[in-house]
C-alpha cells in the first residue's frame, strides 16, 4: 500500500514562494517518477512537474524558470519548490507516484492560493 502525503500549501501574495513536500511510505526509489499536478476549479487536472528516478525533470511550460521540482530518496520525499506565484497558479496540488505498471498512486492533496 502506497501512501503520499502532500504538505506546504497555503496562501500567498502575487510574487511569494511556496514550498510543497511529498511524503511517501517507503522508498521512492522504487517508482518511475515522482510529480506534482494540479487542478483548478472548473478545470482538468494538469501536470505541473516531474522527476525521474535518476533526477530527470519536465516541467509546464506555464511553470518553467519559476517551479523546481527535486527529491531526496533518504527522506522518502519529493518537493516543490514555486517562486514568483501568480493567481493563476492557485490550484489543488497534487503529489503522484508511477511505478511504471498498474495505476498512478495520488495524494490527498494540498491547497495554494494565490491572491492579492
Known amino acids: 500500500q502506497v501512501q503520499l502525503v502532500e504538505s506546504g500549501g497555503g496562501s500567498v501574495q502575487p510574487g511569494g514562494s511556496l514550498r510543497l513536500s511529498c511524503a511517501a511510505s517507503?522508498?521512492?526509489?522504487?517508482?518511475?517518477?515522482m510529480g506534482w499536478s494540479r487542478q483548478a476549479p472548473g478545470k482538468q487536472r494538469e501536470l505541473v512537474a516531474v522527476i525521474a528516478r535518476g533526477g530527470t525533470t519536465i516541467y509546464a511550460d506555464s511553470v518553467k524558470a519559476r517551479f523546481t521540482i527535486s527529491r531526496d530518496n533518504a527522506k522518502n520525499t519529493v518537493y516543490l519548490q514555486m517562486n514568483s506565484l501568480k493567481p493563476e497558479d492557485t490550484a489543488v496540488y497534487y503529489c503522484r507516484a508511477n511505478q511504471g505498471y498498474g495505476p498512478l498512486y495520488w495524494g490527498q492533496g494540498t491547497q495554494v492560493a494565490v491572491s492579492s
Open positions: 517507503g522508498s521512492i526509489f522504487r517508482f518511475n517518477d
